[in-house]
């Protein structure tokens, strides 16, 4: 679960980084600017995120059953 946690940090950070990057050079958004790609890694790594959150509840779940 941890892993997935820093996961998320890891690629908000790499967002940043991109749109930090490469929109002064681009100057606006457009087709030549690629920040649509770490925008949809974050929200894959927020769903990886709760996938494991719920798995270890439903295991917790059962355990205390």
Known sequence: ???TA???WVTLVLMWGTIGITL????KFGP???IGWPNRI???AYC???VVV???AAQR???SR
């Open 48 to 50: 990886a995120w709760l």
């Open 42 to 44: 974050l929200v894959a």
């Open 1 to 3: 679960m941890r892993w």
């Open 6 to 8: 820093h996961l998320t």
């Open 24 to 27: 002064p050079r681009a100057g």
């Open 54 to 56: 719920a798995w270890k």
């Open 61 to 63: 779940s059962r355990i």
């Open 32 to 34: 030549d600017v690629p």
